[in-house]
């Protein structure tokens, strides 16, 4: 799934700065947490463990990661979810 964070004319739906909250969903594998986070974190220098929330599915196979973080640009968020993107451990960003 790919979020467009862009109006038609390429114009950001977002006004920046702004509190973000990101969702990262991937296999219960133990390490999904650090790796969203430590992602972001790249990005975000002020993104804080604190503001993690983790949800298990159903069956507890998969997990939802969410990190809310200040975010500053557009471009900041592109890198973010272009990184979580490649990672093999994440399958799904919202």
């Given at each position: 799934?790919?979020?467009?964070?862009?109006?038609?004319?390429?114009?950001?739906?977002?006004?920046?700065?702004?509190?973000?909250?990101?969702?990262?969903?991937?296999?219960?594998?133990?390490?999904?947490?650090?790796?969203?986070?430590?992602?972001?974190?790249?990005?975000?220098?002020?993104?804080?463990?604190?503001?993690?929330?983790?949800k298990d599915s159903k069956g507890r196979h998969f997990i939802s990661v969410n990190i809310t973080f200040h975010a500053t640009?557009?471009?900041?968020?592109?890198?973010?979810?272009?990184?979580?993107?490649?990672?093999?451990?994440?399958?799904?960003?919202?």
């Amino acid at each position: 799934m790919t979020v467009d964070l862009h109006t038609p004319d390429k114009e950001s739906l977002i006004d920046f700065p702004c509190d973000y909250k990101l969702k990262a969903m991937g296999k219960n594998s133990g390490t999904l947490v650090e790796t969203v986070y430590e992602i972001t974190k790249k990005y975000a220098p002020d993104a804080s463990r604190d503001n993690i929330y983790i949800k298990d599915s159903k069956g507890r196979h998969f997990i939802s990661v969410n990190i809310t973080f200040h975010a500053t640009s557009l471009e900041q968020l592109h890198n973010i979810y272009g990184e979580l993107k490649q990672h093999p451990e994440v399958l799904m960003t919202l």
